[in-house]
């Protein structure tokens, strides 16, 4: 008696390992323990003790507990081997069938019950799999996983077939009939034929679950139309045009703008290059709402940050011009928030992202960038060369960058005045973004210590605004220096100065050479030793040459990241814009505390006398710098 006791001990230990008994909390709903829920549960838990599947693979997986644990809890029964035996169930299901019609009433009597039994014990562990493992597994198994979301998808129509076959070897019945009763069509009064459509409609059940669960469902394109949110100077003379070169037609643009005094000239430059809608502050977004459309955000600085939550919250992509945000509190946010408010959203910057896209790459060589550039020789894209020249230059001593821009480039109108008002140092961000944010590339993170500072304000414009809106600009001049490390930095940035002076480039001085970027010609030249070691450019070529048109390789970017996403890696300049404000304010805070004179002048006088450079923390100041015919005030252009 005690022999027989022990015996059975082992087979309920070995049956709990074959089967996963169900916990307490798979039949206890809301704190209280469901009855139905306890019988059904156990009931599998015993029918699967019939299952040949669960004693194989407590056999395999009790072989293979000696061997050094993985990541799983309990040894792998590879899906492999699951396939394997119910196709061998197939064939002997097939084999049953085939020779059951063959031998008709002359089977021998062993062989029919041996037919009948085992027919019986397979279709049990068949329909039992398929409702465990199918339906009722998620409830009992919390932590379960698959080895591939196809593996239940193909599974269950192999379930299905070895079902039909043997439903058909233990009853005599043919399989049309038994099709026909189990799609919902028995004969009259056929209990059986009943049963199986029952079993039909609980297994259009499964089949649902399964399609829904295991199938990884189709991508969506996002909408290839795009909506421009502002119609001012950026929108009509860089995104449209560049919109238009790279394939976008009418119907496939959308602006949408406030009603103000330029709307009428805003209507007649877009003409039918794009659809145009007016409407008020809070209505503006609406269009790029309800399209759910990527969105380009090119209106004020100062509605940028609400107008990119809303598209954040709305799920989707957007551009935001630069600067991104104008104000510490937004982006405090920003920072905080980034990875949720920025996720679908790409921060612009025509100079690091188009301008000076070369030197971008030469500081951080994404493949992304690469397929714009043009090369003097293949190595410097991607190859060895690239690495063996940064690795010749040593480290950086010096940056020098000049975006000096002449009349052409210059405000004239009401539709870029809220670039220049109010009249304080911080509205000039709109230029001088784009430098800092260049010094942020090239000389990475960390704290600038500003030295130097010289301001001006060109008198015909600020003559102009005050006469007819009333009010005063910013400085129209900036030089301003600065220490980044161990880096001497100096940049420039200024309107309406004279052809002799407009230049807009960058020159890096390292150990062993010189880098210098020409952002007119989108192209940085490389000297190592005095000797030229290649140029990187923008591929003007490419694509029928549509990359020539401004902003076309940015607008392609924003394209792209609308369509794939970041992929492995971000490729705008989200946080590095970020840093780049916050050193701008840092320059700001100072020019309000020393309040440093702000010189007058015209596009004539600039040629030859330039505001004073005054020393930040400091009374000196420097004597007047003055241009010579033989003397440049900045490197030469490259």
């Not at 596009?603 to 003055?626: F, H, I, K, Y």
Request: proline share 6%.
């Amino acid at each position: 008696m005690a022999m027989y006791r022990r015996y059975l001990e082992r087979i309920s230990r070995a049956a709990q390992k074959v089967s996963t008994r169900p916990t307490a909390s798979s039949y206890t709903w809301g704190g209280r323990r469901s009855p139905l829920a306890f019988i059904v549960f156990h009931l599998f838990f015993l029918m699967r003790l019939l299952s040949p599947l669960q004693w194989l693979k407590y056999s395999v997986r009790r072989r293979n507990s000696a061997k050094p644990p993985t990541t799983n809890q309990r040894p792998d029964f590879p899906a492999a081997y699951t396939e394997w035996y119910f196709i061998l169930i197939l064939v002997a299901a097939g084999t049953a069938y085939v020779v059951r019609h063959a031998a008709g009433p002359h089977t021998p009597l062993l062989l029919a019950w041996l037919f009948l039994g085992v027919g019986w014990l397979l279709l049990i562990e068949c329909v039992v799999w398929v409702m465990y493992y199918l339906m009722l597994r998620a409830f009992v198994e919390r932590y379960y996983t698959i080895f591939h979301p196809a593996e239940y998808v193909v599974t269950f129509p192999l379930l299905l077939t070895i079902q039909v076959l043997l439903v058909s070897d233990v009853t005599g019945r043919g399989i049309t009939d038994l099709l026909q009763a189990f799609i919902g069509n028995p004969e009259a009064g056929d209990a059986f034929g009943t049963t199986l459509a029952v079993f039909g409609l609980a297994y259009l059940g499964v089949a649902i679950t399964v399609v829904l669960s295991s199938h990884p469902g189709i991508d969506t394109r996002t909408a290839q139309t795009v909506s421009v949110i502002g119609a001012g100077d950026v929108t009509l003379n860089r995104i449209l045009p560049a919109l238009k070169i790279l394939g976008y037609e009418r119907s496939g643009i959308t602006i949408s703008s406030i009603e103000d005094s330029e709307t009428a000239n805003a209507r007649t430059a877009i003409g039918d290059g794009a659809q145009f809608h007016v409407a008020s502050p809070d209505k503006v977004l609406a269009t790029a709402l309800r399209e759910h459309a990527p969105t380009i955000i090119a209106s004020p600085t100062f509605s940028h940050f609400t107008q990119l939550v809303a598209l954040a919250t709305a799920g989707i992509p957007f551009a935001v011009e630069k600067p991104i945000a104008s104000g510490r509190p937004e982006r405090t946010v920003l920072r905080a928030e980034g990875t949720q408010l920025m996720a679908r959203g790409f921060a612009l910057s025509y100079y690091s992202l188009e301008k000076a896209l070369p030197l971008t790459y030469f500081l951080q060589p994404l493949p992304v960038y690469s397929r714009f550039l043009a090369t003097s020789e293949p190595g410097l894209l991607g190859g060895a060369a690239l690495h063996a020249l940064r690795e010749e230059l040593g480290p950086a001593q010096s940056v020098h960058i000049d975006v000096l821009e002449g009349a052409s480039r210059s405000p004239a109108s009401y539709g870029r005045l809220w670039t220049e008002v109010p009249g304080t140092l911080h509205p000039f961000i709109e230029t001088t973004i784009h430098p800092l944010l260049l010094l942020r590339h090239i000389a990475g993170a960390g704290p600038i210590n500003w030295t130097g500072c010289a301001l001006g304000r060109h008198a015909p414009r600020a003559a102009q605004v005050r006469a007819e809106y009333g009010q005063e600009i910013a400085p129209t001049w900036l030089e301003a220096t600065a220490q980044h490390g161990t880096i001497d930095v100096r940049m420039r940035v200024a309107k309406h100065v004279p052809a002799s002076l407009a230049q807009r480039h960058a020159v890096i001085t390292y150990a062993n050479g010189l880098v210098t970027a020409n952002f007119d010609s989108r192209r940085v030249d490389f000297e190592v030793n005095g000797q030229n070691r290649g140029w990187i450019a923008i591929d003007t070529s490419r694509d029928a040459g549509r990359y020539q048109q401004n902003y076309a390789v940015l607008i392609s970017l924003f394209t792209e990241f609308a369509i794939n996403g970041w992929g492995a890696v971000r490729f705008d300049d989200f946080e590095r814009q970020l840093d780049a404000l916050d050193h701008w304010d840092d320059l700001c805070e100072l020019v309000d505390q020393h309040q440093p004179s702000v010189t007058e002048y015209t596009t004539e006088s600039l040629a030859t006398n330039l505001p004073r450079l005054v020393q930040l923390g400091t009374t000196a100041v420097t004597p007047p710098q003055r241009r010579s015919r033989t003397t440049p005030a900045t490197p030469p252009t490259p």
